[in-house]
């Protein structure tokens, strides 16, 4: 049942402007970084520079550069942040996921609807009273443990809630097999239902990397010293008074995107069943 | 079973303590100071306690009946409902052409998948440069076609409609890929049967596809809605809230007010916006929850 | 960085054991014992180790461009007294960033502030006062303007580092071809910019921009003004929405948007598209202050020098003109070690001693706030600099209130609206004014 010849025309037309919308404004940045300050802003488009320059990739390593050369400051914290976030929220759901996936107890219910309202929280709920407490009270600003807390107060609720759909996917003999061999709950809990769920537990880690890895308002609040930084405020740095250096933004811009990327494409199988267990049903 | 509620309790533990710590509390907070008048001038700082003061419904009064929220609570419900409007109408568009079978549809995939890769706050910075009136590509490539261009990040008009451009770019990649996973789990029998009917296509999307694609559809535009009300990084970095405010969302408007120091205002705005949430999610749920019980 | 981390532990083991006892910073009075150290830049090596002695390092941000920044952390870090870490901070955002910190004991030592910002800090108490920590004729080498935003409720909070105005920037190459002489009245410069769109293939002569700031020329050009404020920082009188404000600003709409300046700008980058436009010669005309010159010079248009002209802006009717004054000043920070305060009195005054401030004058144009820096040879020879001089002369200085910061919020987009035919010039004006109203009524004279 072949398709007729205008109909796969058709098809091939809208599926490649679609395409060169969705890649034209990445494929401008990468070339915008490698742009000189004259030709940022030019009434010529220039797809391939026609002055090809690498002083806007140098400038980020750069300490003599006007904005500091943090890269590795900022990627750095970019990591550790991110890391300990989803170290954080993994280890603090996994068991919470189990429980309400297994149990039943007083109290499972308004759990399970805490967790469903939290991760709808849009960020600036809690800005105001976490900037006081964690700001002034306890002096964390300019600290990862700020950034790391402010993370898991989505992170958590999110882990928590993938971690319980991917638990009631695996059946619940196993655990009474594990009983009959003397293991408690805790040891079945241990032994048998994390060392299963690796697949699950990759998934949620990858979500909750990412989202904080991308996070941008908390560590606008957070993150006052550029060599603080994580990545997604860097960018900030290249905002002047009145101008902005479009060079420098780009070039940051396309470094960090390039992992974020990879990371996507090597993940997006998982990506796509996380959504069908986790998103979906959440 | 009394054994089993201990258990479970043990196991919940952990979490209940470090949420009540980092949001139930704080959220206590944020109430409080909604009904007090903190400001950057009367917080606590390490050189004073607080010297905020209690001042009842004073906030909420101030914020419900002023023109200025009401103005963006209409733009934010249009923001919202416009956006996910393309979401999903593009999404669907470009998942039924995907759930094709031709040489290349892969590749294809992966492509038009690109913006969901690229951070937001990246995409969101990068169309702001794209948007300049004067030396902006897009401006620059409508020209070639001898269109003059709008100011699309300060004309009255356009600045409306520059941050929607950016956010349904960032945004139709997951709903195409949410739907078309839900397409390739209707069962091919379905489709075997219309067939047999003698249904055309047109008839075989209404009444098969659509139908079977309801609960994906239903829990997509939930989230849809969700994360475009809360999207703070595409209005605050395409159009930054011009000109003159007149493009900020709620999250946006409480942001400045947080770092104009009105830390007081700022707890309202969220309060009602969450407030605002939760009405929303619980019609939505019951809506089609009651439906689905009738059908 | 793991020192830091390592120190930031504690308070983490508080915050999980929800611990909520305020945290009390160090001591916040200022120390008034530390020996006036000789005059301006005497010897400055001496005084700055003994002040220093037992200091390891000074923390210094400032908002610096990015032509600005290099030379600006040179000269801090060449401090003999003490090692000096100077960083630049992104300007967006930078007011709040500094307010947070400050109010959570975690701002930097020394910081260099929007002349704006300084009497809303020392309001707070953030500020280590410095009348008597700098000697009388040390202050009295620096120009009242600048001086006068760092001073509040009778004490000097900062030492101001450079000022500014607006001036009138033209391509001289271009007023030369159309035959125009650079306009002094407002007369003249709508007549320059027709002369210059005739006869040259110039398409508009200037480009204005949206933005209230530089709005405040032509109000006071034709006799309005902002608000003023008496000795004691009590609001007596909002000029915003007055005759002489509404006809400066009719005079801009009716006479310059459409007719020498494009009426269709893109407000969100116009800064920027000013200056690109100026740089590659598309327009011969721009408003702008010193701090932009270095970028402009590095255009193709100014490859020459000589060819970027500076004149005062142009006056009103009765020969009335204000350009606003700008600039930057360094304070210090309430909240540092005791120990380190002296030390970083002695930073902040060799940062800006008459010849750290001819330097930032002969290398970025920079307008110096002393006026012994004026006399250095480096800065006599500045052409630039002479030139703004005479802008500064005839600038304004701005009301001086802890909301000189937010007096922008309202007044911008209002202008816009204006700008853009939402709104009737008078009724635009009135809008600021209300809003002004509100913003300063704990500060409104009786």
Redesign the interface.
């Known amino acids: 049942m072949k398709?007729p010849l205008w109909e796969?025309v058709a098809?091939?037309s809208?599926?490649i402007v679609?395409?060169a919308?969705?890649?034209f404004?990445?494929l401008?940045?990468f070339s915008?970084s490698f742009k000189n300050q004259f030709d940022v802003?030019?009434?010529?488009?220039e797809l391939i520079p026609a002055d090809p320059t690498l002083e806007n990739y140098q400038a980020l390593f750069d300490p003599g550069s006007a904005t500091g050369g943090f890269f590795w400051n900022w990627f750095g914290n970019s990591l550790l942040i991110s890391v300990l976030t989803t170290a954080l929220s993994v280890f603090?759901?996994a068991?919470?996921g189990?429980?309400?996936s297994r149990?039943?107890?007083?109290g499972?219910r308004p759990?399970t609807t805490?967790f469903l309202?939290?991760q709808?929280?849009?960020?600036?709920?809690?800005?105001?009273?976490?900037?006081?407490?964690l700001g002034?009270?306890f002096?964390l600003l300019n600290t990862p443990w700020a950034l790391v807390?402010?993370y898991?107060?989505t992170a958590?609720?999110f882990c928590?809630l993938m971690l319980k759909s991917y638990f009631d996917t695996l059946p619940i003999e196993l655990e009474e097999a594990g009983k009959i061999d003397g293991l408690g709950?805790?040891g079945a809990?241990w032994r048998i239902v994390v060392p299963l769920s690796t697949p699950g537990i990759a998934v949620t880690a990858f979500y909750a990397f990412i989202t904080a890895?991308?996070e941008?308002?908390f560590a606008l609040?957070f993150l006052t010293e550029p060599e603080s930084f994580t990545l997604?405020i860097g960018?900030r740095l290249f905002i002047n008074q009145f101008t902005q250096n479009?060079g420098g933004?780009?070039a940051l811009?396309v470094i960090?995107?390039i992992p974020?990327?990879v990371f996507?494409?090597l993940a997006?199988r998982y990506?796509?069943s996380g959504?069908?267990t986790g998103?979906?049903?959440g | 079973m009394r054994e089993?509620?201990w258990?479970?309790?043990?196991?919940?533990a952990?979490?209940?303590i470090?949420?009540a710590?980092?949001?139930l509390?704080?959220?206590g907070?944020?109430i409080w100071?909604s009904f007090t008048d903190?400001d950057?001038?009367n917080?606590?700082?390490?050189?004073?306690?607080s010297r905020e003061q209690f001042i009842g419904l004073d906030n909420y009064v101030g914020v419900l009946t002023s023109a200025d929220f009401r103005g963006r609570l209409g733009w934010t419900a249009i923001w919202t409902g416009v956006n996910v409007f393309f979401h999903y109408t593009i999404g669907l568009?470009?998942a039924l052409?995907?759930n094709?079978r031709?040489r290349?549809r892969t590749v294809?995939r992966?492509?038009?998948?690109?913006?969901?890769?690229?951070?937001?706050?990246?995409?969101a910075?990068?169309?702001?440069?794209?948007?300049?009136?004067?030396?902006?590509?897009l401006n620059?490539?409508l020209g070639?076609f001898g269109i003059d261009g709008p100011?699309?990040?300060?004309?009255?008009f356009w600045a409306y409609v520059a941050p929607i451009i950016v956010n349904v770019?960032l945004g139709v990649?997951f709903m195409m890929?949410?739907l078309l996973?839900g397409m390739q789990s209707i069962p091919g029998e379905l489709y075997e049967a219309a067939r047999v009917d003698g249904a055309t296509r047109r008839q075989t999307f209404w009444n098969v596809t659509l139908p079977q694609l309801r609960?994906?559809s239903v829990?997509?535009t939930m989230?849809g809605v969700?994360w475009t009300?809360?999207l703070?990084?595409v209005i605050?970095l395409t159009?930054?809230g011009?000109?003159?405010?007149r493009t900020d969302i709620l999250?946006t408007e409480?942001?400045n007010l947080?770092?104009?120091?009105e830390?007081a205002l700022?707890?309202t705005?969220?309060?009602v916006?969450?407030s605002l949430?939760?009405i929303f999610?619980t019609a939505y749920q019951r809506a089609f929850r009651t439906e689905e019980a009738a059908a | 960085m793991t020192a830091r981390t390592m120190r930031r532990l504690l308070p983490l083991a508080m915050?999980?054991s929800?611990a909520l006892a305020?945290?009390?910073?160090?001591g916040?009075s200022p120390t008034p014992e530390d020996e006036p150290a000789g005059t301006a830049g005497a010897e400055p090596t001496e005084a700055a180790a003994a002040a220093c002695e037992g200091v390891d390092s000074i923390t210094f941000t400032h908002t610096m461009n990015d032509q600005e920044t290099p030379v600006m952390n040179e000269i801090a870090e060449g401090f003999e007294g003490a090692t000096v870490e100077s960083t630049q901070i992104p300007f967006e955002?930078a007011q709040?960033a500094y307010?947070q910190q400050?109010?959570?004991?975690e701002a930097p030592d020394v910081f260099r502030a929007e002349i704006a910002w300084i009497a809303d800090y020392a309001?707070?108490?953030?500020l280590v006062p410095l009348t008597d920590q700098i000697p009388q004729e040390e202050w009295d080498d620096f120009l009242p303007g600048p001086l006068a935003y760092g001073q509040w409720q009778g004490e000097t909070y900062a030492v101001p580092q450079v000022t500014d105005a607006l001036a009138l920037l033209y391509n001289r190459r271009l007023l030369e071809e159309a035959g125009v002489e650079a306009p002094e009245t407002m007369e003249e410069f709508v007549e320059a910019g027709q002369t210059i769109q005739d006869s040259t293939d110039v398409d508009t002569a200037f480009y204005m921009r949206?933005d209230a700031y530089w709005l405040q020329p032509f109000l006071w050009a034709f006799g309005g003004g902002l608000f003023d404020v008496n000795e004691e920082g009590q609001v007596t009188e909002i000029l915003v929405n007055n005759e002489g404000s509404v006809a400066g600003l009719e005079f801009l709409l009716n006479e310059v948007l459409g007719g020498i300046a494009p009426e269709?700008?893109?407000?969100?980058?116009?800064y920027g598209?000013a200056m690109?436009?100026f740089k590659e010669g598309q327009v011969a005309m721009i408003f702008n202050g010193p701090w932009s010159t270095a970028d402009v010079l590095s255009g193709p248009e100014f490859e020459d020098p000589e060819n970027l002209g500076i004149g005062v802006i142009p006056a009103g009717p009765e020969g009335e003109m204000g350009s606003p004054i700008g600039g930057h000043s360094y304070v210090l920070y309430?909240?540092m070690d005791e120990a380190k305060q002296a030390c970083a009195v002695e930073f902040v005054r060799y940062l800006s001693s008459a010849e750290n401030q001819a330097r930032l004058a002969s290398e970025l144009n920079l307008l110096p706030t002393r006026t012994s820096a004026y006399e250095l040879p480096e800065v006599q020879e500045n052409q630039l600099i002479a030139d703004f001089q005479a802008v500064i002369e005839n600038a304004t200085n701005r009301p001086v209130v802890p909301e000189g910061g937010?007096i922008y919020?309202d007044f911008?987009?209002?202008f816009?609206?204006a700008w853009?035919g939402?709104k009737e010039p008078q009724q635009a004006l009135d809008d600021v004014a209300a809003a002004w109203e509100e913003l300063l009524a704990d500060r409104m004279a009786q």
């Open positions: 398709q796969r098809t091939h809208i599926l679609a395409s919308i969705a890649v404004p990445i401008w940045v915008t802003l030019s009434t010529e488009i603090l759901a068991t919470a189990y429980a309400l149990h039943r107890f007083w499972k759990s805490f309202v939290s709808m929280f849009p960020a600036v709920i809690l800005m105001v009273p976490l900037y006081q407490l002034i009270q002096r807390l402010a898991a107060t958590v609720p928590v709950p805790f809990f890895w991308n941008f308002l609040v997604p960018v479009w933004t780009m811009s960090v995107t974020v990327m996507f494409y997006q990506l796509i959504l069908a998103g979906v049903k | 089993r509620m258990v479970a309790y043990a196991f919940m952990p979490v209940a470090v949420m710590l980092i949001v509390y704080p959220l907070l944020s100071s903190l950057r001038s917080q606590a700082t390490i050189f004073r306690p568009g470009l052409l995907l094709q031709f290349g294809y992966l492509i038009l998948m690109l913006p969901w890769a690229v951070p937001a706050f990246i995409s910075v990068a169309w702001r440069y794209i948007f300049n009136g004067e030396y902006g590509f620059l490539f070639g100011n699309w990040l300060s004309d009255p770019w990649p890929v949410a996973g609960s994906v829990a997509v989230l969700i009300f809360n703070f990084v605050f159009t930054g011009g000109p003159g405010g999250v409480s942001f947080f770092q104009a120091g830390l700022a707890a705005y969220s309060v916006i969450l949430l939760l999610v | 915050a999980t929800l305020a945290c009390t910073g160090g916040a955002g709040q307010d400050a109010a959570a004991g309001d707070k108490g953030y949206g269709d700008v893109d407000f969100a980058n116009d598209n690109t436009a309430a909240g937010a919020t911008g987009p209002n816009q609206a853009t939402d």
